[in-house]
C-alpha cells in the first residue's frame, strides 16, 4: 500500500507515538511518504484564491503544496496524525488544509480521492482530541475521501513514557482494530455520507450555475470541473471509468 502521512507536529512525542503503533498493526511491506508540520509547509494560506480560479500549481506556496498534494493523490492510505492544541488540531495542520480548499468537493475534488481510505490519530492530555480530529475530517470528508477512521485517546500525562500500560495497550488494540479494517478491504466505496455530500454538492453546482449565466457571468472553473468529470450528467468518481 502507498501510504501518505502528515504529522500536526514535529514532536516525537505521544502523537508521533501513537501514529507509530497504528504503523506497526499495519505490518510491513508499505511505501510510505511521511511530512512533518510545520517543516514540509511552513506558510499560511494568504486567500489569493489563485487554486480556486486556476490551479493549486500557482498557489505562491506551490514549492511546499504541490509535492504533498501529489503525495495524497498517488497514496491508497493517508495518515493524519495532530495532538490539541488550544482544543483544536495544530495551527500547522489547519495552515496546510486552507491550502487544499479548493480540493472540497464545494468547489473541484479529485476522482482518487473516492477511492481512498483515511486515519486519523488524535490525542490530548484532557479534552478536545474529538474537535482536533474533526478540523481534519472536515477536509477529508469534503475532499471525498471513501473511509475515515478516527483513533483518538485522552492520554492524562504530557510524556509518552508516562502513559499508563493499560492505556498504551488499549490504543494498540484500537489501531490493530482500523488496520484489520483497512487490510481486508478488497474495493474501497465511499461511505453513505460521501455519497451524500457529492449529490448536495452537485447540486450546489446546477444551481450556481444558473445564476451565473442570469447574471451574464461565464461558468465557474468550479462548474467546468465538475462539467468536463461528467459528474453533472450521471457520472459518479467511484463508480465509472
Ligand atoms: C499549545 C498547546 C495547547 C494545548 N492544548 C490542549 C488542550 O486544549 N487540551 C488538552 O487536553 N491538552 C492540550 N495540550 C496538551 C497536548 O495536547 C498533549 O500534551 C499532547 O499529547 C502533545 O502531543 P505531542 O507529545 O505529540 O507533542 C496542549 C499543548 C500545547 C503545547
Known sequence: MNITI???TEQKGCTFAMKELFLCAMGDGHNI???????D???FCTGCKACFFRSIVVCPHSEYTVPIWDSILKADLLVFASPTYVFHATAQMKALLDHFGTKWMAHSPEKPMFGKQAVIVANAIGQGMGKT????KDSLDFWGVARTYVIKQALFQAKWDNVSAKRKAAIGKRCEKAAAKINSKK???????????FFIM???QKMIDKTERKAGRESTADYRHWKDNGWLDGKKPWRDK
Open 6 to 8: 502528515v504529522n500536526g
Open 33 to 39: 511518504s511521511e511530512y512533518y508540520l510545520p517543516r
Open 41 to 43: 509547509c511552513p506558510v
Open 133 to 136: 480530529a474533526g478540523d481534519i
Open 187 to 197: 474495493r474501497v466505496t465511499p461511505h453513505i455520507k460521501i455519497r451524500w455530500l
Open 202 to 204: 452537485k447540486t450546489a
